[in-house]
């Protein structure tokens, strides 16, 4: 499952709408605060936050690997290019599938 973490409403309804025709099951939160209560309750593949918005910076630390997409540096820049976000987003996904099998040894 991915985690958006946007407080634009229709931002997130883009993105979530992008991610369903690939097939990724979706959860969302409008703050920093709401997506830790998420983090430590459910497991995510990867977490796609708008690195613009208050304390997200935390959320780094939580154990979830992140995606921050932003109109800045450093980060994916907004409008998103889509084969950039399904690529990072691939990548952890592989990632948490090999995790998984690796728990299983």
């Known amino acids: 499952m991915i985690l958006i973490v946007d407080k634009n409403r229709e931002d997130v309804f883009n ?3 992008l991610l369903a025709l690939h097939h990724f099951d979706v959860d969302t939160a ?3 605060q709401e997506a830790s209560r998420k983090i430590v309750t459910n497991s995510y593949v990867v977490a796609i936050v708008n690195g613009e918005m208050p304390d997200v910076e935390d959320l780094a ?3 979830t690997p992140v995606i921050f997409i932003s109109r800045g540096l450093d980060c994916l820049e907004q409008p998103i290019d889509t084969a950039s976000l399904l690529s990072r ?3 952890f996904s592989r990632l948490s599938e090999h995790r998984g099998s690796y728990r299983n040894y």
Do not use: E, Y
Request: no cysteine.
């Open 61 to 63: 630390s939580s154990g």
């Open 30 to 32: 409008s703050s920093a």
């Open 89 to 91: 987003i691939n990548v």
């Open 15 to 17: 993105l979530k709408a």
